[in-house]
């Protein structure tokens, strides 16, 4: 259960108290302010603060004096005619604020896109609460043989029980141990050191869960997404991606749409990859040989044209 | 005149239409939205969004689930600890949109500060406005002898005259030739090419106006505004962030207050001058021979303490 | 003339003596080392400094104690993986650093790239040199019909000969007032004030040559060559980016090889782009009407394909 | 022991064969190339690249043609004036790129500071080795009672001795139990299944060592060492900082003596601090109750001048 009845009596109260701004609103991103949505087994994403709209893209764009729309159709053939033309800095006066519970692992992969605002719970100050991920069943998945960093078959049920059992005792024993390292006073009640959390935390696994608080710009948002929505990402970190994939729908849905349009949905191809295309169109048989290509090229190369 | 009557009908129409929101709401930013600030002789700073308040700082520093808030008073004294050790995250949880119109010389100062988000208006896309900085006689002032880049005494009457009528001139000049070789009629109404906008433009002298659209978050704007809000900033930028100090003052009192206290109005000490300093205190007599510092360490120094 | 005798002088010298190191050394980049590569009329690119090799990027990427090459061959197998998988962080760990002779107006667009150190010189404490740039005839075009931020047609040989007549003239003049305002001393010799030069500063228009030191990584120096390499970039900047291109071929022969297929040669396809794509393969006839395209990105596609 | 023999051949292979450049060379800095510096039980930090020295600060700072030298003292001087006034892009005009080996849990203290680059070892693709970070008895405390992120007093030898027999115990197991999940044959060598890799870390707790390259300018190099060689900073990140100090300390001497002068050695006084030091040197006794501080910032105040 991701959110305690506690946190979500204080999430409904927020939600409750609506309060008058003469900022831009966007009604699809209200809808989801402070709502926890459940990613995995314990995490979460929630939004909890955005910073302009579809409109404000435009408006920066133009740099107005007022809202900067002419019409909503307009404003939609700007923004693609921005995302089309690599125009960066529009999509950057769109600002978004999250707040993320996350496995470690997944915490460690996220974190190394630099270009945003982050907020970590403490672990030198704070207690870790007793959550690990475990994944389900038809995530367990051997090491691919194609691709080198990445998942091929499920594992038989017998490997994947063997698996969660090793897990799931190493992440009990592993918070016994970190919680008795820490404990003021021993198992019979008399008073002893505790641990100084920040040495403690070294005993807990990676699959323990943490939580930030993350803010960034929409055009670094949909870097970050297109790298972790993209299929050759890890499940545990994609899922995330998904999750505010949605949000960023609602909050956006023109940007949102080029977005999909011309980054997730399209693809690159190369000056190599271009002159087998051309050839292709004239009715040439091109096969990897003639192409120039690696065959991991040609691979990937068949993949976006099928 | 900094705004047109058009342009001030645009930003009533703004202020007149307040909208329902569930995000952080500050009374004190809410009451500067869009409304335009002069500065200068034609420029200004609006408001145009801003995310977070004092209590949005807290809330990140404890990766709270709900409002974070314990107390006002408590919210303050842990955000006057959070500047005085240098905790920079919680700052960047803050962020504010501006709409700024400077002059090119100033611009090109103020875009050295990297970590914000910028959109220019565009002299390669649209005409550029007929408007010049031409300083204040008060403002005119010789190199200064002292620091190499700054301004000294004032220039006499007629010296001031002399390079108000060059500034003067030339702009008109430059301008009407700027207007001339991007105009598609002649003189006599034939028809004439004209010259492409992204060349004319490098006519147009370092004080004619720009403007843009100017993002940051609260720990990059307060890093700009503790050295652009100096004394020894040059005085063109110095009234921009004047201007902008008052309006974080009243965004998040708190934080600007923690700011006030320890970078607008504190002081570094190198090692030295805390070892001259635990002498002073001792009473010993410490001059800049016994100081082990360079004469214009000491007189710093000297500054520091006065 | 880019570079006086004196500054030649010093280039001479700096090439002339040779030091030990044990640091990666590219001999394609060391050859480029302090000389000027002229640009435009006035301006030049020299590399200075540089770090790292198409080997160091392999280094880095399988986090080697020793060299971290296997063989040339397999090294720039693993950069094009890299490159074309969007694996950034290896490209980041080669780093070049630049002087830049440039007008005005260019450092200006230049400058917007922000993930890099600048170094500019400065015109508070220094006074800048008469020198500005007069576009050669051929370059001088009309505001473009179609691109609305681009150049159409060349002039007449009778405009163009009007706007060189204005550009030298109003170079000459605001110059002229410039060391007028800035001078000591009168036209007869006696003393004066002189204007405070970041004052005086103001009146130059925005052809005249400054002077800067850029220190970039690779992988932001790739993406500011994708766009200012590019056909639509502003020819005074492009010409810029040529020339580091060729440096940059030099000093990482596979990692440029790389960049020019994937990226500088390459396209992107939206989904759109694609799904035409499919089609046509499949011996469909498809029109703008059928694709789902604006005529724009007709056009671009058709442009992509041809 | 940090590093193999096999790692040790690699690194006196690369430190036998200088080649030569034409570049800024730092003797200083040369000496350190390739060597592991031991930090904690098995960490380490090796120089692997640099650029620029203490003249090509100067040379920045000055956007010269030739050295940008005058004479060393001359350099020096110019040095702590851009230090002390604030101007950081000189600084950034030096780089250095470093293999370190570190615990999980410092690598993730360490990513805060986002403005470097980074190359992390892909335990995705690789096979992390079994390497814990088992803290020397000495460094064993419990949770500060004054400040509560860090250590106090030591644990007692028993307690001491349970918590090295918990973190022995846990780090042998996990990584036991990492081996199998990831291993292709069961322990009588049939064959099976091998968890994919990318599953597998989630097991290893946060003492295990991971490496990377990381790149860093200078001036966020300082800003760096300025908070993790701190006395606040917690010892496993401190020795690391000290470290690269030393590193720093060969390698631009002129540059890190107005560091350890500025920064390291200096004090930040607020505005408060400022005032009650005049009524201080005036001859007042000044209290925390007269003070204006909170009981926090008066002991540190206190700090500062003894």
Redesign the interface.
């Known amino acids: 259960m991701p ?1 305690t009845p506690d ?1 979500q009596a ?2 409904d ?3 409750a ?9 966007s009604d699809g991103a ?1 809808k989801h ?2 709502t926890a949505h459940p990613v995995l087994d314990h995490g979460f994403v929630r939004l ?5 709209d579809d409109a ?1 893209i435009c ?3 133009r ?1 107005s ?3 900067g729309t002419k019409s909503v159709q307009n404003d939609e ?1 700007l923004i ?2 921005l995302m ?3 125009h960066s ?2 999509f ?2 769109c ?1 978004i ?1 999250l ?1 993320v519970k996350l ?3 997944v915490a ?1 992969q996220w ?2 896109h ?2 945003a ?6 672990a ?2 704070s207690i870790l609460d007793r959550e690990f ?1 475990m ?1 389900d069943p038809s ?6 043989t194609i691709n ?6 499920s ?2 049920p017998d ?1 994947s029980a063997r ?1 969660l059992d ?2 799931k005792g ?1 992440a009990a ?2 918070y016994d ?1 970190y919680a ?3 404990a003021e006073e021993g198992p019979d009640g008399t008073p ?8 403690a ?7 323990i869960y943490t ?3 993350w ?1 960034v ?1 929409l055009h670094n948002l949909f870097h970050f997404l297109r ?1 972790r929505a993209d299929a ?1 990402a ?1 499940y545990e970190i994609r899922v995330y991606a998904d999750v505010i994939c949605n949000i960023v729908a609602d909050w956006v849905p023109a940007a949102y749409g080029a977005f ?3 980054r ?11 002159a087998c ?2 050839r ?2 004239k009715g040439e048989e091109v096969t990897q040989e003639t192409s120039g290509m ?1 065959k ?2 040609w691979r ?1 190369f068949q993949g ?3």
Chains 1, 2, 3, 4 share one sequence.
């Open positions: 959110v946190q204080e999430i109260a927020l939600r108290s609506p309060r008058q701004t003469l900022r831009a609103v209200e302010l402070y909890i603060d955005y910073m302009g404000a408006q920066a764009a740099v004096y007022g809202k053939g693609r005619y089309r033309h690599w800095t529009p950057e006066m600002e604020k707040h496995p470690v692992f460690r974190i190394r630099r270009t605002n982050v907020n970590e719970y403490s030198r100050y991920y994944p995530q367990l998945a051997a090491q691919s080198n960093q990445g998942r091929g078959a594992l038989t490997e698996v090793i897990l190493d024993q592993t141990h008795e390292m820490i002893k050191q505790g641990l100084a959390r920040e040495l935390r070294m005993n807990l696994p990676a699959n939580q930030w608080y803010k710009d790298l050759h890890q999909a349009d011309y997730l949905g399209g693809a690159v191809l190369s000056a190599k990859g271009l295309l051309q292709m169109l690696s991991g090229e990937e976006v044209l099928a």
